[in-house]
């Protein structure tokens, strides 16, 4: 029986990647030439400007036959302005392979990677790639990678000729007695075999051993070779095959599956690609998906074989597919029964800049609107915030290439130009205090007819909106709490500021209604009744002045930095830390590097990027990542410009809402 393997490439930019997806697809017989990133002619690069700037921007999925073994091959992007497209991967992967570049070694990306693969529990192999070029490395990088990355690496061969066109690897055959030590930290009757006399333990014994810890997670064998000359490529394959645990699932047990990415095929239709985990899916099934709340009929089926796409009218366990017909279906969303893993959440830090698109020409304005709605469902880590007011979409952004990204795909893909305003940081507001306020029913210049109080408290970090009713829920209908509830968390997304107000306890502590009333032999006047339009539209007036009661202070992300630079050019890095708000917490000297980590503003590391090199004589590394939100010092506090009718200004909101809908 055929098992399938959901396969990962991973890496940071330019490490050899998309080369190694078209060397492992020559080497199956999948591709009869190797394509080339250079000139835009490898397999899983499609876009334009994936071909135009030699990087992968959409993960792409090619199949392939390793004995009895189907291996669906996700190459991913490896630039960190796309880590959403790698953070949906992870969710359908059975294995996945690290690729690390034997010239420029462990990078900022690469242990982001391994970080998330090791938690997820992920089993993983590494493979090192670019022997052949100069300046390659081999023992100091394998310690390197047991310091940066996981000290649980096993190395699988030897290298020769390191450096030179001729480099090749050669694999241990039988595996070392050294091995035995390692795997026996988590096998007990491996330690009291090593115990006992290590030279008894047989290479079948070990391999098995390696095979099993390697499909737990628990250690991770080293390939080494050239994607470019293909040494090292065969014996990457047999390790995909020997250690790599692929999954037959349950194809007649419940329907459950994950949708990693959407597309829009050319007619406009959409079509989900599909991990499927368990249970089969045929053409013309109606599959619920978003927890049950929504179902569409399936209408097409494509499964992926021997490099292409090609239609089938089923879909089973294990495998990967393109589904038509499914209109509503967004990433991220479950098909059938929920799985656990699927429910995780983002394993990647949260944008945290943001812009704003305009239209080169102003009768563009709703087309863009339109197209931009539809990148965000491919993409949903692009938030998109419509400003009603004005008129406008800001868009949120992982780093400056993706404004590229976004600009040529709107160009090539919608036939619009764009421009884009300066990128600015994506803040939040906490909660300072404790703050309650209260309309009710008519009175005090209340025009709605409704009773709503609120009392906001601060709650832990990453606890999210916890609403709650210290009232009865049957003091009135309960349509009438749900449109309380619904109005305060689209509320919150606009706090004093105009930041989003992520974690807080929201508290109702006064409730009430006009019950449903008629003039006699008439029907039911809602002048004299309350509706759910009374309680959406009072509940952010009482919500905002419970925040400016309580008090909320901006808190700007920061990012936690490491940098690795010559020991001299310390005195001219300082103060540019320094003016940059940039705070050293620990600094290292190890020869003539030092090494400098601490905390930096996340608006502040784009400039930290441009200024390293010519400090540092372009000998500088700089490793950043997203560690926590913290308050904006200074007596400036940035303010966000509202998108809502501004709850803030009574009179404004309420003139808006009386022409609006005439209360």
């Given at each position: 029986?055929s098992?399938?393997?959901?396969?990962?490439?991973?890496?940071?930019v330019?490490?050899?990647?998309t080369?190694?997806?078209?060397r492992?697809l020559?080497?199956?017989?999948v591709?009869?030439?190797?394509?080339?990133?250079?000139d835009g002619s490898?397999?899983?690069?499609?876009?334009?400007?994936?071909r135009?700037?030699?990087?992968?921007i959409?993960?792409?999925?090619v199949?392939?036959?390793?004995?009895?073994?189907?291996?669906?091959l996700?190459?991913?992007p490896?630039?960190p302005?796309f880590?959403?497209?790698v953070?949906?991967?992870l969710?359908?992967?059975?294995?996945?392979?690290l690729?690390?570049?034997a010239?420029?070694?462990?990078?900022a990306?690469?242990?982001?990677l391994?970080?998330?693969l090791?938690?997820?529990?992920?089993?993983?192999?590494?493979f090192?790639?670019?022997l052949?070029?100069?300046?390659?490395?081999?023992?100091?990088?394998l310690?390197t990678?047991?310091?940066?990355?996981?000290?649980?690496?096993?190395?699988?061969?030897?290298?020769?000729?390191?450096?030179?066109?001729k480099?090749h690897f050669?694999?241990?055959?039988?595996?070392?007695p050294?091995?035995l030590e390692?795997?026996a930290?988590?096998?007990?009757?491996?330690?009291a075999a090593y115990?006992?006399?290590?030279?008894?333990v047989?290479?079948?014994?070990?391999r098995?051993a390696?095979?099993?810890?390697?499909?737990?997670?628990?250690?991770?064998?080293?390939?080494?070779g050239?994607?470019i000359?293909?040494a090292?490529i065969?014996?990457?394959?047999?390790?995909?095959r020997?250690?790599?645990p692929?999954?037959?699932?349950?194809?007649?047990g419940?329907?459950s599956?994950t949708?990693f990415?959407?597309?829009?095929?050319?007619?406009?239709e959409?079509?989900?690609y599909?991990?499927m985990?368990?249970g089969t899916v045929?053409?013309?099934?109606?599959?619920?998906?978003?927890?049950?709340?929504?179902?569409?009929?399936?209408?097409?089926?494509?499964?992926?074989?021997?490099?292409?796409?090609?239609?089938?009218?089923?879909?089973?366990?294990?495998?990967?597919?393109q589904?038509?017909?499914v209109?509503?279906?967004?990433i991220?969303?479950?098909?059938?029964?929920?799985?656990?893993?699927?429910?995780?959440?983002h394993?990647?830090?949260?944008p945290?800049?943001?812009?704003?698109?305009?239209?080169?020409?102003?009768e563009?304005g709703?087309a863009?609107?339109?197209?931009?709605?539809?990148?965000?469902?491919q993409?949903?880590l692009?938030?998109?915030?419509?400003?009603?007011?004005?008129?406008?979409?800001?868009v949120?952004?992982?780093?400056?290439?993706?404004?590229?990204?976004?600009?040529?795909?709107l160009?090539?893909?919608?036939?619009?130009?764009?421009?884009?305003r300066?990128?600015?940081?994506?803040?939040?507001?906490?909660?300072?205090?404790?703050?309650?306020?209260?309309?009710f029913n008519k009175?005090?210049?209340?025009?709605f007819?409704?009773?709503?109080?609120?009392r906001?408290?601060?709650?832990p970090?990453?606890?999210?909106?916890?609403?709650?009713l210290?009232?009865?829920?049957?003091s009135m209908?309960y349509?009438f709490f749900k449109?309380?509830?619904?109005?305060?968390?689209?509320?919150?997304e606009?706090?004093v500021?105009g930041?989003?107000v992520?974690?807080?306890?929201?508290?109702?502590?006064?409730?009430g209604?006009?019950?449903?009333?008629?003039?006699?032999h008439?029907?039911?006047?809602?002048?004299?009744?309350?509706?759910?339009?009374d309680?959406?539209?009072?509940?952010?007036l009482?919500?905002?002045?419970?925040?400016?009661r309580a008090?909320?202070r901006?808190h700007?992300?920061?990012?936690?930095?490491?940098?690795?630079?010559p020991?001299d050019?310390?005195?001219?890095?300082?103060?540019?830390?320094?003016?940059?708000?940039?705070?050293?917490?620990?600094?290292?000297?190890?020869?003539?590097v030092?090494?400098?980590?601490?905390l930096v503003?996340?608006?502040?590391?784009?400039?930290?990027?441009?200024?390293?090199?010519?400090?540092?004589g372009?000998?500088?590394?700089?490793?950043?990542a997203?560690?926590h939100?913290?308050?904006?010092g200074?007596?400036?506090?940035?303010?966000r410009p509202?998108?809502?009718?501004?709850?803030?200004?009574?009179?404004?909101?309420?003139?808006?809402?009386?022409?609006?809908?005439?209360?």
């Amino acid at each position: 029986m055929s098992r399938t393997l959901n396969l990962g490439i991973l890496a940071h930019v330019d490490a050899g990647k998309t080369s190694l997806t078209e060397r492992l697809l020559h080497t199956v017989g999948v591709i009869d030439e190797i394509g080339s990133v250079d000139d835009g002619s490898t397999r899983t690069d499609s876009l334009a400007l994936e071909r135009q700037r030699g990087i992968t921007i959409k993960s792409a999925v090619v199949s392939f036959e390793i004995d009895d073994i189907t291996v669906n091959l996700i190459d991913t992007p490896g630039h960190p302005d796309f880590i959403a497209e790698v953070e949906r991967v992870l969710n359908v992967l059975d294995g996945a392979v690290l690729v690390v570049s034997a010239v420029e070694g462990v990078q900022a990306q690469t242990r982001v990677l391994m970080r998330t693969l090791r938690r997820l529990r992920i089993p993983t192999l590494i493979f090192v790639n670019k022997l052949d070029r100069r300046g390659a490395r081999h023992r100091d990088l394998l310690e390197t990678i047991a310091a940066r990355l996981t000290p649980a690496i096993v190395p699988m061969g030897e290298v020769g000729r390191l450096g030179t066109a001729k480099a090749h690897f050669t694999p241990y055959d039988p595996l070392p007695p050294g091995l035995l030590e390692l795997l026996a930290e988590h096998d007990d009757r491996l330690l009291a075999a090593y115990v006992h006399d290590e030279t008894a333990v047989p290479d079948a014994r070990l391999r098995a051993a390696l095979a099993a810890q390697t499909g737990e997670a628990l250690v991770h064998p080293v390939f080494h070779g050239s994607a470019i000359t293909g040494a090292g490529i065969s014996e990457l394959i047999d390790g995909i095959r020997e250690l790599l645990p692929a999954t037959d699932g349950e194809a007649d047990g419940p329907v459950s599956g994950t949708v990693f990415k959407v597309e829009r095929g050319p007619a406009g239709e959409k079509i989900a690609y599909v991990r499927m985990f368990d249970g089969t899916v045929r053409t013309r099934d109606r599959l619920t998906f978003r927890d049950g709340e929504l179902e569409g009929k399936v209408t097409a089926i494509s499964v992926f074989e021997r490099g292409a796409a090609v239609r089938e009218t089923a879909v089973s366990a294990g495998r990967i597919a393109q589904l038509w017909g499914v209109a509503d279906i967004r990433i991220g969303d479950t098909i059938g029964v929920p799985r656990e893993r699927a429910a995780d959440g983002h394993h990647f830090s949260p944008p945290t800049l943001e812009t704003v698109v305009l239209p080169a020409h102003a009768e563009d304005g709703g087309a863009l609107h339109l197209a931009l709605t539809q990148l965000a469902e491919q993409d949903p880590l692009i938030g998109l915030r419509h400003d009603d007011l004005r008129q406008e979409t800001s868009v949120s952004l992982y780093g400056e290439v993706q404004k590229e990204v976004v600009q040529a795909t709107l160009a090539d893909e919608y036939g619009i130009d764009v421009t884009f305003r300066e990128t600015t940081t994506i803040c939040v507001e906490r909660l300072a205090g404790v703050g309650e306020a209260v309309e009710f029913n008519k009175k005090d210049g209340n025009p709605f007819l409704a009773t709503v109080g609120l009392r906001v408290e601060p709650a832990p970090v990453g606890s999210g909106v916890d609403f709650r009713l210290e009232v009865e829920l049957g003091s009135m209908p309960y349509a009438f709490f749900k449109a309380v509830e619904d109005t305060v968390r689209e509320a919150l997304e606009q706090g004093v500021h105009g930041w989003r107000v992520p974690d807080c306890v929201v508290t109702v502590t006064h409730s009430g209604y006009s019950p449903r009333q008629s003039h006699a032999h008439q029907r039911f006047d809602k002048s004299m009744s309350s509706t759910g339009a009374d309680f959406r539209g009072l509940t952010p007036l009482v919500l905002m002045d419970a925040l400016r009661r309580a008090g909320t202070r901006v808190h700007e992300p920061m990012h936690r930095f490491r940098i690795d630079a010559p020991a001299d050019s310390l005195g001219a890095v300082l103060p540019v830390l320094a003016a940059l708000r940039a705070v050293p917490q620990d600094t290292r000297m190890s020869g003539r590097v030092v090494r400098l980590e601490g905390l930096v503003p996340a608006a502040r590391v784009h400039g930290l990027e441009q200024r390293l090199p010519g400090l540092t004589g372009g000998e500088g590394e700089l490793e950043t990542a997203f560690a926590h939100y913290a308050p904006v010092g200074g007596t400036t506090v940035p303010e966000r410009p509202r998108t809502d009718h501004n709850p803030l200004d009574r009179k404004e909101y309420l003139l808006h809402l009386t022409r609006r809908v005439g209360v």
